[in-house]
């Protein structure tokens, strides 16, 4: 089975997966990967996705071998790259700007093939923080969510992520920068009030200026409901769309959020290529 989007999924599926990642932080699926090897492409500038996706794959037993993400932009049709990668490939990781050259591999693929990041979607981040969500709320499907940015990869894939697991998602961005069929707020103070999540990313600096009464601020925060937390996308830039002082506030859990992209996506390789 293949994931480039959160939409690959279904909701049971989804909590599967969840599933899967409980078993592994208890040590289960230790040797799932012992004589298989996991090719991956990615850029030099990813920290936290390549971290978590090399060790996952060390830890369950299996090789990785790594590609930068342009040995894929060569001239070289996909179609016979995909030939060859099958010869030796049992799972290809995908970190590349254009969705469009995955779907193309996913259809030559015999190998699952999963996405690490497009300029569209990035569903194992936003996988990992619905499963950490789903360890500190009574019913994370239940919560209302804010998503504070600009139409882009995050914000369309929490887009899918409500719309396959059923929550209310409404944004807060500078006017332009808008995710269709969103109920939109271009102030915070209005926007946070009656949130439980609040999710962010960082800002390109043509629309820094946009989102001036966007900022996630500590005083911000206190406005939403009771116990809501914040969920910020790293990278994060304190002082632009959240400020230093609610970063440092009880309100971030990023930190805590993001140690779970291990499991999850070691979780998100052994379903898919169990399908």
Not at 193 to 208: F, H, M, Q
């Amino acid at each position: 089975m293949d994931m480039l989007r959160l939409t690959d999924l279904t909701a049971e599926q989804i909590h599967v997966i969840f599933g899967i990642a409980d078993d592994i932080a208890k040590g289960a699926h230790r040797s799932f990967l012992k004589g298989r090897t996991v090719v991956m492409f990615f850029p030099a500038s990813s920290i936290r996705t390549r971290i978590s996706f090399e060790k996952g794959i060390y830890l369950m037993g299996g090789q990785c071998i790594l590609f930068p993400t342009e040995a894929l932009d060569k001239k070289e049709d996909i179609r016979d790259v995909c030939g060859y990668l099958d010869n030796w490939a049992d799972c290809v990781i995908v970190r590349h700007r254009d969705i469009g050259l995955l779907e193309k591999m996913a259809e030559h693929l015999h190998a699952p093939l999963i996405s690490a990041m497009t300029d569209i979607s990035h569903p194992c981040e936003i996988l990992t923080d619905m499963y950490s969500l789903s360890k500190i709320r009574k019913d994370f499907r239940r919560d209302r969510y804010l998503f504070v940015g600009k139409c882009g990869n995050i914000g369309l894939t929490w887009k899918e992520a409500a719309q396959v697991m059923g929550f209310e998602l409404e944004q807060c961005c500078g006017k332009g920068c808008e995710l269709p069929d969103t109920r939109v707020y271009y102030d915070i103070t209005e926007a946070v009030v009656g949130k439980d999540i609040v999710c962010t990313d960082s800002l390109s600096s043509d629309v820094l200026d946009d989102f001036g009464n966007c900022r996630v601020t500590l005083e911000a925060m206190k406005k939403a409901n009771r116990g809501a937390v914040l969920d910020p996308c790293p990278p994060f830039y304190r002082g632009e769309e959240v400020s230093a002082d609610v970063i440092d506030s009880g309100y971030f859990v990023g930190y805590g959020f993001k140690k779970a992209l291990l499991e999850v996506q070691q979780a998100v390789i052994y379903y898919c290529m169990e399908h």
